[in-house]
């Protein structure tokens, strides 16, 4: 029985998280668990990059993201659905990691795609995450 499910998507690609989060409120509701909405603003990089950005960018971005994040959530999950959001920033599937520590997490749904060349040569976030969660 999962308590708490972590639900990362990308918020900048609402039209691939509704089966994944279709599953995940089946999931929440048959067993009464909880759920944690996450999307990953990436980072710079190196430090180096950040100078090209206007001092306030990664703030505004996060706002958002969050901003997107809460409009997702509000046209895919039920009222009645226990529910947090979170952003965090830097590689994708070490903060889907390191979300599903901090939380509790007892389950990860993440959705997945048709691979292409990028893929099969450095691999998807979701093998990476079901590789070391």
Do not use: W
């Amino acid at each position: 029985m999962y308590r708490h499910i972590l639900v990362p998507i990308d918020s900048a690609d609402e039209a691939s998280c509704g089966p994944t989060l279709a599953r995940a409120v089946q999931i929440a509701q048959s067993m009464g668990a909880r759920v944690t909405l996450l999307t990953v603003v990436p980072d710079y990089g190196m430090p180096v990059v950040e100078i090209g950005f206007p001092a306030d960018y990664a703030e505004r971005a996060r706002k958002d993201v969050e901003a997107r994040l809460a409009t997702i959530a509000k046209a895919n999950l039920p009222a009645d659905l226990v529910c947090d959001r979170r952003v965090a920033a830097g590689t994708v599937y070490e903060e889907i990691i390191r979300a599903a520590k901090e939380t509790g997490a007892d389950l990860i749904v993440v959705g997945a795609h048709r691979p292409g060349m990028p893929e099969f040569l450095i691999g998807s976030n979701a093998a990476r995450v079901v590789r070391h969660a």
